[in-house]
């Protein structure tokens, strides 16, 4: 089945660094992935919509100069949490399908739990 | 996008069949159904996905009435490895449009 890595699965910086974490679709190629929050007992929310060759798509309320996304393969997309402070703290989450047809669901990556002291 | 609302949560005990039902009211033409599970820490994991009638695969079964208002998925004999967020989704992936709302899920707590 179509596999999505995501890289770290945990990281710590301090408040003011930045951070970066890479999502790798390992057998199928993604024009587009997603980009998820998830805190604690909540939902997933989306923050991005990640297109190959093209600036991100952000959702109301996402920051696009503090959370950078880069997309420059069809297998790898990377976020980047810059100036990091306590309240980004969270879930990420990323996401690809192998296909654009309806048939093709959501696959997910294990996600990175990311800790700003 | 549809939106979906279920059980926030569940108990059941081990060996047993748990259904979990969904509502979508607002369900498009084009909409398909998905289910994920996710485990605390991890992301979600595709489960079964539907479009109308019956759907089985390995480790569940859909089923999806003919308005397509509600589905409802099947956990045949459940373990405690089962204990997870269940959720369903609702939305037109064609194309590039897979932007799903999700909502809180079901908690399944499977007892020994």
């Known amino acids: 089945g179509a596999v999505v890595s995501q890289h770290p699965s945990w990281v710590i910086c301090k408040s003011g660094t930045s951070v970066k974490i890479e999502c790798r679709s390992l057998?199928?190629?993604?024009?587009?992935m997603f980009w998820y929050r998830q805190f604690p007992k909540q939902s997933l929310m989306l923050m991005a919509t990640s297109n190959e060759g093209s600036k991100a798509t952000y959702e109301q309320g996402v920051e696009k100069d503090k959370f950078l996304i880069n997309h420059a393969s069809l297998t790898l997309s990377t976020l980047t949490v810059t100036s990091a402070h306590p309240e980004d703290s969270s879930f990420y989450i990323c996401?690809?399908?192998?296909?654009?047809?309806?048939?093709?669901?959501?696959?997910f990556g294990n996600g990175t739990r990311l800790t700003v002291t | 996008l549809a939106k979906t609302t279920q059980p926030i949560s569940m108990d059941s005990y081990e060996g047993q069949e748990v259904n979990i039902t969904c509502s979508h009211n607002n369900i498009a033409t084009n909409d398909y159904i998905t289910w994920y599970q996710q485990f605390p820490s991890q992301g979600p994991r595709f489960i079964i996905q539907g479009y109308k009638t019956k759907v089985t695969n390995e480790v569940a079964s859909l089923f999806i009435p003919a308005d397509r208002k509600s589905s409802t998925l099947s956990l045949p004999r459940v373990s405690l490895s089962d204990t997870a967020v269940y959720y369903c989704?609702?939305?037109?992936?064609?194309?590039?449009?897979?932007?799903?709302?999700w909502g809180l899920g079901t908690s399944l707590a499977v007892n020994p």
């Open positions: 996401s690809a399908a192998p296909g654009q047809g309806a048939r093709s669901p959501l696959h």
């Open positions: 989704l609702v939305g037109d992936r064609a194309g590039n449009n897979r932007k799903l709302i």
């Open positions: 057998d199928f190629q993604a024009t587009t």
